[in-house]
């Protein structure tokens, strides 16, 4: 098997917008590229638009007029695959179907080389199960890009079970001279990025499903917490359609694990054709005038002279309460041997979620959300107890704009909005981890180069503490009582890990 791909040439079997951006990209790192579709003329068409959108970079001053054309050059559709017989490296860009890919493989492995290295662009079907029947299935790897090709850095190298390690580190090295960031994956159901991002769209869609808050509550939360969109309108840009499949073929490729199991309210949005931005309507209306849904403003209480203040516990959140009442020169008590983290106010209570519904902790109780981002935007949910009185349902989103936040209310819901996420993300890695899919620092690099994720999950978990995560999850696991958030074990053991590291 050949030790680099540097000079190969490069086959791109299928033009459309991830074929093309593919064979751009090898184009600008210097191969020669061969751009092929099985539909009449698509290959010459994707070229011509290619050619269009150089020229444009080119207008712009973001590429040199002599870059654009020497990438064209270097790109020549072909109308069979015949054309294609001397080159090293072939990636497979047509549609997501099992069947299709492993007949087109087998049909090249009469076409190309012994050593050419194949690659399938793949981003849920097992790189094993489209290696089998193939006469030297060990150097079929999967190469996963991201939309759009020409600026997402990332790129998921997959082994499958016969996958040669050499292939792979190839197309790992190939990747970083294509100018991405490359990660070491094992074929497992959504890889890395699919597979860790479930949560993301799965814990909003049960708070919907709870009616514990309308979409642009839910989405003003995360995006508060650094996403740079919430859930529903990244759902409704990627199309409920798209999503829901991705999450139906996880659910199925993991034997119907129900923490993968597809949400009820995304399947009637897709049944009543309400897809997002493609067609108009998802969970919001993207009708020409319509404007999108205010949220509620909430005034800052006038500090008291009279009422005994208390700080509980330590950690940022505290650090950052004292910090606020410091500032504004407001007399209080720090309790810091406390085991929750808030504010107390005459016996009523303020509370750092610690995954618990403010009804379990008591009468005169509100819990508010993780807040993730303190430099950025202060959004954040809080919910009272069932139990609480009318005077301090009012009264305690108005601390909460004291201390700097712009709370929104939403449902008494165990761990609120960005700690359940945030919570259900890391555990899905630590999983990921534990099987053996990915390393920690490769799980970090996909989220945050593949979907954007302000942090890795590890990075989160590391600011947050394990034994908080944990109280997370084992409150949601005890709230729904299923197995939808059972804890991975590899997190349950992280502790002793730590221990046993210093």
Same mark, same amino acid.
């Given at each position: 098997?050949?030790?680099?791909?540097?000079?190969?040439?490069?086959?791109?079997?299928?033009?459309?917008?991830?074929?093309?951006?593919?064979?751009?990209?090898?184009?600008?790192?210097?191969?020669?590229?061969?751009?092929?579709?099985?539909?009449?003329?698509?290959?010459?068409?994707?070229?011509?638009?290619?050619?269009?959108?150089?020229?444009?970079?080119?207008?712009?001053?973001?590429?040199?007029?002599?870059?654009?054309?020497?990438?064209?050059?270097?790109?020549?559709?072909?109308?069979?695959?015949?054309?294609?017989?001397?080159?090293?490296?072939?990636?497979?860009?047509?549609?997501?179907?099992?069947?299709?890919?492993?007949?087109?493989?087998?049909?090249?492995?009469?076409?190309?080389?012994?050593?050419?290295?194949?690659?399938?662009?793949?981003?849920?079907?097992?790189?094993?199960?489209?290696?089998?029947?193939?006469?030297?299935?060990?150097?079929?790897?999967?190469?996963?890009?991201?939309?759009?090709?020409?600026?997402?850095?990332?790129?998921?190298?997959?082994?499958?079970?016969?996958?040669?390690?050499?292939?792979?580190?190839?197309?790992?090295?190939?990747?970083?001279?294509?100018?991405?960031?490359?990660?070491?994956?094992?074929?497992?159901?959504?890889?890395?990025?699919?597979?860790?991002?479930?949560?993301?769209?799965?814990?909003?869609?049960?708070?919907?499903?709870?009616?514990?808050?309308?979409?642009?509550?839910?989405?003003?939360?995360?995006?508060?917490?650094?996403?740079?969109?919430?859930?529903?309108?990244?759902?409704?840009?990627?199309?409920?359609?798209?999503?829901?499949?991705?999450?139906?073929?996880?659910?199925?490729?993991?034997?119907?694990?129900?923490?993968?199991?597809?949400?009820?309210?995304?399947?009637?949005?897709?049944?009543?054709?309400?897809?997002?931005?493609?067609?108009?309507?998802?969970?919001?209306?993207?009708?020409?005038?319509?404007?999108?849904?205010?949220?509620?403003?909430?005034?800052?209480?006038?500090?008291?002279?009279?009422?005994?203040?208390?700080?509980?516990?330590?950690?940022?959140?505290?650090?950052?309460?004292?910090?606020?009442?410091?500032?504004?020169?407001?007399?209080?008590?720090?309790?810091?041997?406390?085991?929750?983290?808030?504010?107390?106010?005459?016996?009523?209570?303020?509370?750092?979620?610690?995954?618990?519904?403010?009804?379990?902790?008591?009468?005169?109780?509100?819990?508010?959300?993780?807040?993730?981002? /303190?430099?950025?935007? =202060? $959004? %954040?949910?809080?919910? !009272?107890?069932?139990? @609480?009185?009318?005077?301090?349902?009012?009264? +305690? /989103?108005?601390?909460? =704009? $004291? %201390?700097?936040?712009? !709370?929104?209310?939403? @449902?008494?819901?165990?761990?609120?909005?960005? +700690?359940?996420?945030?919570?259900?993300?890391?555990?899905?890695?630590?999983?990921?981890?534990?099987?053996?899919?990915?390393?920690?620092?490769?799980?970090?690099?996909?989220?945050?180069?593949?979907?954007?994720?302000?942090?890795?999950?590890?990075?989160?978990?590391?600011?947050?503490?394990?034994?908080?995560?944990?109280?997370?999850?084992?409150?949601?696991?005890?709230?729904?009582?299923?197995?939808?958030?059972?804890?991975?074990?590899?997190?349950?053991?992280?502790?002793?890990?730590?221990?046993?590291?210093?």
């Amino acid at each position: 098997m050949t030790q680099t791909l540097k000079d190969a040439s490069v086959l791109v079997v299928g033009a459309g917008i991830m074929g093309a951006g593919i064979a751009q990209v090898a184009a600008q790192a210097g191969h020669s590229v061969r751009l092929f579709d099985t539909r009449e003329g698509a290959a010459a068409q994707a070229k011509d638009k290619l050619t269009q959108t150089l020229q444009g970079l080119a207008a712009k001053g973001k590429l040199s007029a002599e870059a654009a054309e020497q990438t064209l050059s270097r790109i020549i559709a072909i109308t069979t695959l015949e054309e294609a017989t001397g080159v090293g490296l072939v990636v497979e860009a047509i549609v997501e179907k099992l069947d299709a890919k492993r007949g087109l493989f087998q049909q090249l492995e009469a076409i190309v080389a012994a050593d050419c290295v194949l690659a399938t662009n793949t981003s849920s079907i097992s790189v094993t199960a489209i290696a089998n029947g193939l006469q030297h299935p060990q150097r079929l790897v999967g190469m996963h890009f991201f939309n759009p090709v020409p600026l997402m850095k990332l790129v998921e190298v997959v082994s499958g079970l016969q996958t040669d390690a050499a292939v792979a580190t190839v197309i790992f090295d190939l990747s970083k001279d294509w100018g991405k960031v490359p990660v070491y994956a094992r074929s497992t159901p959504g890889f890395i990025v699919n597979r860790i991002a479930r949560p993301y769209y799965a814990e909003t869609l049960a708070l919907l499903q709870e009616q514990a808050a309308k979409p642009a509550v839910l989405d003003a939360c995360l995006r508060a917490a650094g996403f740079r969109m919430g859930p529903c309108e990244l759902m409704d840009l990627i199309g409920h359609d798209t999503n829901f499949s991705v999450t139906q073929s996880v659910f199925e490729a993991n034997f119907y694990d129900k923490r993968f199991v597809p949400s009820l309210v995304q399947r009637e949005l897709v049944d009543g054709g309400l897809l997002g931005r493609k067609s108009g309507r998802g969970f919001y209306d993207y009708a020409e005038g319509v404007s999108t849904p205010e949220l509620e403003a909430v005034q800052p209480v006038e500090l008291p002279t009279a009422q005994l203040l208390r700080v509980h516990g330590q950690g940022p959140v505290a650090d950052r309460l004292v910090a606020t009442l410091l500032q504004a020169k407001q007399a209080f008590l720090r309790v810091p041997s406390s085991d929750w983290v808030g504010l107390c106010v005459e016996g009523a209570q303020l509370r750092l979620t610690d995954g618990r519904t403010a009804s379990q902790l008591g009468v005169e109780v509100a819990v508010f959300d993780l807040p993730l981002n /303190p430099a950025a935007d =202060a $959004t %954040l949910a809080w919910a !009272p107890s069932l139990r @609480a009185s009318p005077a301090w349902r009012r009264a +305690a /989103p108005r601390w909460l =704009a $004291t %201390l700097g936040f712009k !709370p929104l209310r939403v @449902a008494d819901t165990p761990a609120l909005v960005v +700690a359940r996420t945030l919570a259900m993300l890391i555990n899905e890695a630590a999983d990921a981890v534990q099987q053996g899919v990915c390393t920690q620092d490769g799980a970090d690099a996909a989220m945050k180069l593949g979907v954007n994720y302000p942090a890795g999950p590890f990075e989160w978990l590391a600011q947050w503490s394990t034994p908080a995560v944990l109280g997370v999850l084992d409150a949601l696991d005890t709230h729904y009582r299923g197995e939808r958030y059972r804890v991975s074990p590899w997190l349950r053991q992280r502790p002793w890990m730590d221990m046993e590291s210093t």
